[in-house]
């Protein structure tokens, strides 16, 4: 209104003079009058001028829209600056979330900027809200306007310098025994951290209850899988009366046949092991002599399984041999499979080094096992640079059925989802961003509210961070150990948090490369029949945020 009418003034399509027509008082007749009058309209005329050319819309306070005070949002709200900048963007997206709506809905920009000077700390501070004010969103309906209030401008995070292409893993030689079932459904999950890496694939496959796999469909499976830039390569067992544990064991014969002068680890690993980040497992490794026997593994978290095993490494975090000692594994291989104590494959591995060599395993920090039941988000939330995560496929729930936030999930967790961030920043996944005295981002994992405080350094006992919290269910016992159940290997625990009091959750719920970055979306379930809330975060390198951001006018 005030540029249309300013636009006018400045036109000469309103002229003061006709204000003066005779049909006005004779008071405003005289001289005197018409000076004066003349004198207010110029200083209307300068006032006008001098309003904001900005015509983006205005946003009123949504406290009014958002009915009675949240907790919850009032402590989200306490940093926010008074500026408001408008996010740009449709909420189309929204309608492929399972959700019911509507929903309370923030959004925040996220660009990541390479720095060699950054470390992957186990948590790095933040002196801003994560993202800004909540509004109600229901896609389809009332949502006409250009972007969302009080957004806040694009975070910049400075984080370790990647690379703009994959790790080479081409020295790392990885191996499998699976069904083709089984491989097959996990087949997006081996894209997100093998394909286009170089590092090979070999998997011994069966059919369904050990059958003799199809031809047709092992060749079909392959070529599919390498069409994804993945070089694998499926295989029959060595031996037709071999069970699941024997095929295993095998892979040690499959994959030293297949060395080249460039292998320098041979790798073990389930169908439901995930890589988090290759650059960061193949940097892991180098800091090994791969020309000496090394056997390097890690111990199950839980202390019972390893009074009840020894100190093997485990099979579903990864176990990885040089060379050097996977020639002795292969040259003892009858023999070692049939003289073990032990059933499985990794123990197999285990008795056949112990046996033939005095190599002893030597822990590889970041692989993890994952022999843990009910809610894990103490491991996801730790900040801890993570190399591998087993048991995926056992998902969210707990003995309720239901996941930590009350939801009942899918089966598996989203990997292939909860990783696309690597895309982005290709060691960032679950990496911990604490945001003011209230928040913690675990990448790709969940987004914390701690409304009471726990944060604050002010407090007489400020939450331990460099703890893990203690979220899952209680361990067998070994009688008169001290060791609680864990501490061997993920160190002392902290007492979990009362969640949606001490702590609100707002967990992973989907996400998708778009716009040449990628989109997360957090969810909070609402309690007491308030709707949920929907977290969406967009991370985008700053090359690609330079080349599409707009300059303002």
């Known amino acids: 209104m005030a540029s249309h009418l300013r636009s006018l003034l400045s036109s000469g399509r309103i002229h003061f003079p006709n204000l003066l027509a005779p049909r006005v008082p004779a008071i405003f007749r005289s001289r005197r009058a018409i000076v004066i009058f003349c004198a207010f309209s110029l ?3 300068f006032t006008l001028w001098q309003l904001p050319t900005d015509h983006s819309p205005q946003f009123a306070n949504l406290e009014d829209d958002l009915g009675p005070p949240n907790p919850n949002r009032l402590a989200l709200g306490q940093h926010y600056p008074s500026r408001q900048t408008i996010c740009q963007g449709s909420f189309d997206w929204l309608n492929e979330l399972d959700i019911p709506f509507p929903v309370k809905y923030a959004r925040r920009d996220i660009v990541v900027r390479s720095n060699g000077k950054a470390q992957r700390d186990s948590i790095t501070k933040v002196d801003e809200p994560l993202f800004g004010d909540l509004t109600i969103v229901e896609p389809g309906k009332d949502n006409d306007e250009p972007g969302l209030p009080h957004c806040l401008e694009p975070l910049f995070l400075d984080v370790p310098a990647f690379a703009d292409a994959p790790a ?3 020295h790392i030689i990885f191996g499998a025994a699976t069904t083709l079932g089984r491989l097959e459904v996990s087949l997006p999950f081996f894209e997100r951290w093998l394909a286009h890496t170089n590092a090979r694939l070999f998997v011994v496959v069966t059919g369904p209850d050990d059958s003799a796999p199809n031809p047709e469909h092992m060749a079909e499976l392959q070529s599919r899988m390498r069409g994804l830039g993945m070089q694998v390569t499926l295989v029959k067992p060595l031996d037709r009366q071999d ?6 064991f095998s892979l040690v014969k499959i994959m030293y046949a297949h060395r080249n002068e460039n292998t320098r680890w041979i790798g073990f690993i389930d169908d439901d092991t995930f890589v988090t980040s290759m650059s960061a497992l193949v940097s892991a490794l180098d800091r090994y002599d791969h020309t000496q026997l090394r056997y390097l593994g890690a111990l199950s978290e839980e202390w019972w399984t390893v009074v009840l095993y020894g100190l093997i490494g485990m099979g579903g975090g990864g176990i990885f041999l040089s060379v050097p000692l996977a020639e002795i594994v292969d040259a003892n291989h009858d023999e070692c499979k049939g003289n073990s104590r ?13 046996r033939y060599t005095k190599t002893p395993l030597t822990s590889l920090p970041g692989l993890h096992q994952i022999d843990i039941h009910g809610d ?15 048991h995926w496929k056992e998902g969210y729930w707990d003995e309720n059925g239901r996941g930590p ?8 967790f989203p990997m292939d989802q909860m990783s696309l961030v690597t895309d982005v920043c290709d060691k960032c996944y679950l990496q911990r961003w604490q945001f003011g005295t209230d928040m913690i981002l675990s990448n790709g994992y969940s987004i914390s509210l701690y409304p009471r405080g726990a944060l604050s350094t002010k407090k007489e006992k400020p939450l331990r961070l460099d703890k893990m919290e203690y979220t899952w269910v209680t361990p067998m016992k070994v009688e008169d150990s001290h060791n609680e159940g864990w501490d061997h290997y993920l160190g002392p625990l902290r007492t979990p948090l009362k969640l949606e009091d001490e702590k609100i959750p707002y967990r992973f719920l989907a996400g998708v490369k778009v716009d040449g970055g990628v989109r997360q979306y957090y969810r909070h379930l609402g309690m007491d029949g308030d709707m949920d809330t929907v977290i969406e975060l967009f991370w985008i390198r700053e090359d690609a945020w330079k080349s599409t951001a707009t300059s303002p006018e």
Do not use: N, P
């Open 43 to 45: 200083a209307l005329t």
């Open 168 to 170: 080479d893993a081409s």
């Open 243 to 248: 069970g699941i544990l024997e095929r295993y």
């Open 342 to 354: 032990m059933g499985f494959g990794d123990h197999k591995i285990y008795e056949c080094i112990e």
């Open 376 to 390: 894990r988000s103490g491991v996801f939330e730790s900040g801890r640079q993570i190399l591998t995560l087993h």
């Open 405 to 412: 936030d009350g939801i009942r999930h899918q089966r598996w």
